[in-house]
């Protein structure tokens, strides 16, 4: 089974960027499409950003449109996730996932938008204060 650990969380001062890492061992994800997900105390699970493996394609929530890249390095088996201009709502668990898009067809946004995986990482907090 895919294993996914993700790095690069923090505290950052608003306005401030981070670049999270999400890793994968165990498969290549040349066939996996990646999602970043994200959820803060007393709220639901939002689907931040998700990139798929067949073209490369992208899907971005609103509220991080514009601010947030989504990329991938199958090289080296990592997904980013670049966080800019971060605001205190930014603060949550982030989370990726990852699921074997061989043979399946689901497209970025449906990904993001019901969460559905194979894989999920142990997430990686967040905090965006000053």
């Known amino acids: 089974q895919l294993q996914l650990v993700e790095s690069g969380g923090g505290s950052v001062q608003p306005g401030g960027s981070l670049r999270l890492s999400c890793a994968a061992s165990g498969f290549t994800l040349d066939y996996y499409a990646i999602g970043w997900f994200r959820q803060a105390p007393g709220k639901e699970r939002e689907g931040v950003s998700c990139?798929?493996?067949?073209?490369?394609?992208?899907y971005y929530a609103d509220s991080v449109k514009g601010r947030f890249t989504i990329s991938r390095d199958n090289a080296k088996n990592t997904v980013y996730l670049q966080m800019n201009s971060l605001k205190p709502e930014d603060t949550a668990v982030y989370y990726c996932a990852g699921i074997l898009l061989r043979g399946r067809i689901i497209t970025v946004h449906t990904m993001c938008a019901t969460g559905i995986h194979d894989s999920w990482g142990q997430g990686t907090q967040v905090t965006v204060s000053s």
């Open positions: 990139v798929s493996s067949s073209d490369g394609s992208t």
